[in-house]
């Protein structure tokens, strides 16, 4: 893994509704079947943590987006473009939900992960997420069938 940023220069932040457009655009370019701008909407509406990381020419790099239920917070989505890739962003990405995480008090925090996306599970694995079930069916895969989801915890 290379990571050949100068942290302190990448712009971390909220995600506002300026941002969604690229977001949009970068979750369609890394993902088969995408959330749609409707669902990145309601999340900001919904008052779920949402952050964007920039590269300093302002650049989206990744997101993430957790919702707090009691006392376990919910990894709902996290990407980094996919030129980006291999370069350290996805557990910085990670780093920080698990912060904000924390910052709301939270004990855990669960993810559901495709069994198909090999690099994310690996990522999330060596993070120190277990797995704890499985969701049957609960993506949508290609040619109208589903994907099951493995579900994973972190321990905050």
């Keep these: 893994m290379t ?3 100068d942290l302190a220069r990448l ?9 969604l457009l690229d977001v949009a ?6 993902y088969p079947h995408p959330w749609s701008l409707a669902n990145f909407e309601d999340s900001l509406r919904s008052g779920y ?26 990894l709902l989505n996290v990407a980094v473009a996919a030129n980006r890739q291999g370069q350290g962003l996805g557990r910085l990405l ?10 709301l008090g939270m004990e855990s925090m669960l993810l559901e992960v495709r069994p198909s996306n090999t690099r994310a ?13 499985r969701r049957k069916g ?3 895969a290609a040619n109208q069938q589903r994907e099951d989801a493995l579900v994973m915890r972190f321990t905050l």
């Design 49 to 74: 943590q949402a952050w964007v990381l920039r590269a300093p020419d302002g650049e989206l790099l990744g997101y993430f987006l957790v919702m707090a239920v009691v006392d376990e917070a919910h």
């Design 11 to 19: 712009q971390y932040e909220p995600m506002q509704p300026a941002d």
């Design 25 to 30: 655009a970068l979750e369609a370019s890394v």
């Design 121 to 133: 599970l690996e990522i999330y694995e060596r993070y120190g997420f277990k797995h704890i079930g």
């Design 94 to 103: 990670l780093n920080q939900s698990v912060a904000c995480a924390r910052g």
């Design 138 to 140: 609960y993506y949508p």
């Design 3 to 5: 990571s050949h940023w």
